[in-house]
């Protein structure tokens, strides 16, 4: 994290932008440091450049997905104007850098609310045709397979059986769309974190809202707007829980101390029916 830290404050420094008091917001997926007392916030590859390569990839797709959404107002957390929009390499780290948003960090959503700006979210990425990655969750287990060790095998047969029920196709996703991932302002949710965006069924974003500790899973689901499969919601929860247990051991190999986690996490995956 220290790291992280740094070469956000060296980068902003090396374009006149001076951070006295940096403030780490986040620091799990990414290491995300409002690079006080500016209105800008760094969002540093933490976990995620271990499992994914190049990162930077993710993180250019994270610009262009927001730019669409920008030009049909809606509300996200934008770039920052005052440094380079990225993403840049600096000391080794790969980084992006977006616009503070004073916001109530322990505010809670409303299920309902929260599905109806999801599904606002969805019409607005609709018509979105820049390229973007056909299976990422499936794509992630891949990538993660060296952080499983022994189980390696298990995730890669059920990665298998998991890609041959999952349909092609699909719409621009914001791709880990629980309510950890926006901001509650006096103007009502503003969307951040859109790293995870494929092209794949809208029902994966809606398996992500049903499973979240965050706010009533089901309620948010049954109060979603629009037509959905709720069959396909449940393939896309199983693909959910394939893919946490890549992402929980990765964290666990870059911050030891969540490995007990990550571990009990991953014993009770493969103990499954």
Request: hydrophobic residues 45%; proline residues 8%.
């Amino acid at each position: 994290m220290e790291q992280a830290i740094r070469a956000a404050v060296s980068y902003a420094a090396a374009h006149d932008v001076r951070s006295t008091e940096p403030a780490v917001l986040k620091n799990g997926s990414n290491v995300v440091v409002h690079l006080r007392p500016t209105p800008i916030v760094a969002r540093v590859a933490g976990t995620t450049g271990l499992v994914r390569h190049p990162v930077a990839d993710w993180f250019a797709r994270e610009l262009a997905v927001v730019d669409h959404l920008l030009e049909r107002d809606v509300a996200v957390v934008s770039p920052s104007p005052e440094l380079p929009r990225g993403p840049v390499v600096h000391d080794g780290m790969t980084m992006s850098f977006w616009t503070f948003v004073p916001h109530g960090p322990s505010v809670s959503i409303k299920p309902v609310d929260f599905a109806t700006a999801l599904a606002s979210l969805h019409r607005a990425l609709a018509d979105y045709r820049n390229p973007l990655p056909t299976a990422g969750p499936l794509d992630d287990v891949l990538l993660g397979l060296p952080f499983v060790g022994e189980h390696a095998s298990a995730l890669r047969a059920e990665h298998e059986r998991l890609s041959a029920l999952l349909p092609a196709g699909g719409q621009a996703l914001h791709g880990d769309a629980h309510p950890g991932n926006v901001l509650v302002t006096p103007d009502g949710l503003v969307w951040n974190d859109f790293e995870d965006t494929w092209r794949g069924p809208l029902e994966w974003d809606l398996a992500i809202m049903r499973r979240t500790k965050l706010l009533d899973g089901s309620q948010a689901l049954a109060a979603y707007p629009d037509a959905y499969d709720a069959e396909l919601v449940d393939l896309c929860c199983e693909i959910r829980w394939l893919q946490t247990q890549i992402w929980m051991q990765a964290s666990a190999h870059r911050l030891p101390a969540r490995r007990a986690e990550a571990d009990a996490e991953l014993t009770r995956w493969l103990a499954r029916p």
